[in-house]
């Protein structure tokens, strides 16, 4: 079982950056694939990005592609989104997710390919 826990989010310019952090709880962090996620006030949630759970390989949505970037640290078990150029459609909930089955190794964009989510950490881009 994975514990997920986000942190890094609050108000920045449009323009700005911030960068997301996932700590999750576990020996077995390294065997996960991630993902990141968003809901936007009155939107359903969506998929941000993945990445594969040896790190090396990585997807993204394409209204991010370009400006965010996906990482992980294994030995530290946190999962990062480092957010560059923002913009105020930007601004949402971000949650970190992990799978139920370990070494996983197709893209995952769906939300009902996760089952573990963390509590979400707020993102708000003013323009």
């Known amino acids: 079982q994975v514990q997920l826990v986000e942190s890094g989010g609050g108000l920045v310019q449009g323009g700005g950056s911030l960068r997301l952090s996932c700590a999750a709880s576990g020996r077995t962090f390294s065997a996960y694939a991630l993902g990141w996620f968003r809901q936007a006030p009155g939107k359903e949630r969506e998929f941000v990005a993945w990445?594969?759970?040896?790190?090396?390989?990585?997807s993204y949505a394409d209204s991010v592609k370009g400006r965010f970037t996906i990482s992980r640290d294994n030995i530290l078990n946190t999962l990062y989104l480092q957010m560059s150029s923002l913009k105020p459609e930007d601004t949402a909930v971000y949650y970190c997710?992990?799978?139920?089955?370990?070494?996983?190794?197709?893209?995952?964009?769906?939300?009902?390919?996760?089952?573990?989510w963390g509590q979400g950490t707020q993102v708000t881009v003013s323009s």
């Open positions: 997710a992990a799978p139920v089955k370990m070494f996983t190794t197709a893209t995952m964009t769906a939300l009902n390919e996760y089952g573990y």
């Open positions: 990445i594969s759970w040896r790190g090396d390989s990585t």
